[in-house]
């Protein structure tokens, strides 16, 4: 015989990366399910996740607000690679590009709590070489860098716009004249 356990129920959805949250927790699920309406089932220890009432996911229940419990199997093929993936290893990738660009790559990672979370917008901003040339996105990393983004999304559209191969301005030498109309401090106190 089973003791009587208090359960709660939520009606949720998964997720692009095949998360579903409940209780600000992300609990992962089979990625087939990506998009489809699912029930969570949480008691004090437990979260499971049913189906058309089957069972498809079952994690132990965490007061981790924000974090991720992720079980590999769920994740799609793909995503799996990426386990295999580290910030090491991404960051020598955009090294191997340019300086600006491995940086940008390691203040990318650094700037998030969970790292493996940004390995889709690393990967995006080492491939604009391909697209764009190495010169010019070590140009826009250098761009990046100064106006202190850590986004892939600005690095892109700096090459998008052209602003890599603007030319920076040198300040003007001109200075302006001396006349009565010019008042000094004193006039604003």
Known sequence: MQAWELAQFKT??????????????????????????????????????????????????SAHKGKFATVSEHLPEGYRAHLQWNPERLIHWGQDISVATGSLVRRMLEARQHPEHDYQACLALLSLAKRYSRPRLEAACLIAQELGTTKASHAREILANGRDLVKPSTPSAWVSPAHANVCGAAYYR
């Open 12 to 61: 949720v959805k998964a997720h692009i990366d095949s998360p579903v949250q409940f209780d600000e927790h992300y609990y992962s699920v089979p990625h087939p399910l990506i998009g489809q309406q699912m029930e969570v089932r949480a008691t004090q220890r437990w979260v499971e996740v049913l189906h058309r009432g089957q069972r498809v996911a079952s994690h132990a229940r």
